[in-house]
């Protein structure tokens, strides 16, 4: 086969056999378009002959035909739905290939430039990327969409801290991004390198360029773990650890179960983070499996942050506090960890005081370390960028501040929410539906009401789930008789341990908008 690639999502080609099927399918084509009417040669393969074999190679079909001589705009938008509802890369095929080309111009899906075109684009196909995407494309499954995003695993990342408490396995948390990527959607598996918000498009990592009609951006936020000198090499061994990683939340789990007494330090680096309740929460746990062990009486437990409160919404902090003294915690606010010794098993502190700033050293027989968080750089150097390097938007339509065919959420925007998943998904069907009146050329007609929730598991079986806004003003989802979310309660346990993971592989990633339908402008409370 001789093929002609148009873009990383879309190729074309002359007549295909049956046999060259699974020679397409191990190229890497997930999907074949044929554009030649049936009969237009006596030698020619029928379409179905074609679709045959593609199905048993496990690729989607399209049959789209098309008259070389009469190619109308019918078939322009045929052909477009059907390159918006395969899986990509796509392979189109025709008697010379030239048919199929001219279609996928006609059709918007790039340009003799090179330059690919689509209705809605995402950066990023993490939580935030995949579930706007599908709730988009359950609102309006013809538009022509495309994800991209580098990485073939996804990761439901708020289990990490049930799998550094081994009440998980890592493998739980873990599943092949293409079978979570919607129906309708593109997969460009690639890095955004720049934005031109100027000219309407993205940059990839290989200098490809991509036009949208509305962006989405999302590719979340970026852990610094050089920006502590040492910490980097001694992830994983002299006892360092972190539930930031997938590869490290096994570790933790181990060092947890051998620690036999000692000092124990636990750190928090300045704002912003992600899950701003995962560094104490990793330290309860641990505590309590301590305390039953019989282990805690033996043990210095130390929480280092670099704030000021132990939570920043204060209507939770008085039930952390029974916890903090129930494991007898030393808490260090205003202590930032700048350095780690793995070899020497010291971790360096920047404190306070009244001369200035002091650095101060601590031993420790195990350290669990939640690294400094940024903005990813091509963000942060971006026309997108906010004086904080994330991307700038309105707190409440998450509209970009200057470019109304931008949207941003999770990790990666620019509003003083709690970065959680719990944001993301309630986040996801808001940006869904204003980006899809901003492509028709409407104002955002939803907004967000700042809502985040950090189920702070306090020991196993209890947990204080805290929702909260904008402003920190609570946001409870059940009503108080069910669940106090200022108390630790074993029904909200429950609810992280067994009910969350499925609403979020079977609920968000679906499209399925279950207790955060967007709340529409003008609409009652």
Known sequence: MDIKHLTPMLSVTAQLKPTNVAHAAAAGFRSIVCNRPDGESADQPTAAQIGTAAKAAGMGFAYVPAIASALTDADAMAMRNALGNL?????????????AEKLAEMAGSFDKGGTTHYDILIVGGGSAGIATAASMLKRRRHIRLAIIEPNEAHYYQPGWTMVGAGVFDSGFTKRAQAALIPHGAEWIK??????????????????????????????GIMLDWNAIPG??????????????????????????????????LFTQPPMPIKCAGAPQKAMYLSCHRWEKS????????????????????????????????????NLNFGSKL??????????????????????????????????????????RTSP???????????????????????????????????????AARKQAPVVAVNALAALDGQAPVAIYDGYGSCPLTVEAGKIVLAEFGYGGNLMPSFP????????????????????LPPVYWHGMLKGREWMVKPHMIGAQA
């Open 231 to 264: 910490l980097s090499d001694a992830l994983g061994k002299d006892a360092v650890t972190s539930n930031y990683r997938y590869d490290l939340a096994p570790y933790t789990n181990r060092l947890v179960r051998q620690f036999k007494g000692g000092r124990a």
């Open 87 to 99: 899986p990509g890369p796509v392979l189109a095929y025709c008697r010379s290939g030239a048919r």
């Open 294 to 329: 019989g282990v805690l009486s033996q043990s210095d437990v130390q929480f280092h942050s670099a704030g000021a409160v132990l939570f920043g919404v204060a209507d939770y902090v008085p039930a952390l506090m029974d916890y903090v003294e129930r494991y007898r915690i």
């Open 190 to 219: 690639a890095s955004a390198s720049a934005f031109l918000p100027d000219e309407k498009q993205v940059i990839l990592d290989d200098g490809q360029r991509l036009a949208y009609g509305v962006l989405v951006v999302c590719p």
């Open 480 to 499: 108080n008789w069910l669940i106090d979310g200022t108390r630790p309660s074993r029904l909200s346990w429950l609810l992280k341990d067994t009910i």
């Open 338 to 379: 700048v350095e780690v010794d793995g070899p020497a098993k010291t971790a360096i502190f920047e404190q306070a005081d009244g001369d200035g700033v002091k650095r101060v050293a601590e031993r420790f027989d195990m350290i669990h370390v939640v690294p400094p968080q940024v903005a990813p750089d091509f963000i």
């Open 384 to 422: 997108l960028a906010s004086a904080s390097g994330f991307v700038e938007v309105d707190d409440a339509t998450l509209q970009h501040a200057r470019y109304p065919d931008i949207f941003a959420l999770g990790d990666a925007c620019s509003t003083s929410n709690a970065k959680t998943m719990a």
